[in-house]
């Protein structure tokens, strides 16, 4: 059984750091490619980023690209999201994911078959 499972969310004032991250289990996962997702009160859930199973190519929404990264740390079964000079419109639950299959390179969001419970991220101003 697949577990994701995420850590690191709270309340932020805007311009600060805060990194997530996201421990899995029952899968191989040096064979899957992960993404962070959001979703903020009233909204759809959006793609932030990805990264494939090696961490040879990274993906990020256009909205976050220059403020978040995207990490791994296969030998910890960890995918992090580092995020940058936050601002209000960042608070939402955040979500990490796993692709449906191993060696996945190229990712959408229906790609996405294993989901955490989320961490909310809650932006100050």
């Known amino acids: 059984q697949v577990q994701l499972e995420e850590f690191g969310g709270g309340l932020v004032q805007a311009g600060t750091s805060l990194t997530l991250s996201c421990v899995a289990s029952?899968?191989?996962?040096?064979?899957?490619?992960m993404g962070w997702f959001r979703q903020a009160p009233g909204k759809e859930r959006e793609l932030l980023s990805t990264i494939t199973w090696s961490a040879s190519s990274t993906y990020y929404a256009d909205f976050v690209r220059g403020r978040f990264t995207i990490s791994r740390d296969n030998a910890k079964n960890t995918v992090y999201l580092q995020m940058n000079s936050l601002k209000p419109e960042d608070t939402a639950v955040y979500y990490c994911a796993a692709a449906s299959e191993p060696y996945r390179g190229s990712l959408y969001p229906p790609d996405f078959g294993n989901w955490g419970q989320g961490t909310t991220v809650t932006v100050s101003s």
């Open positions: 029952g899968l191989p996962f040096s064979t899957y490619s």
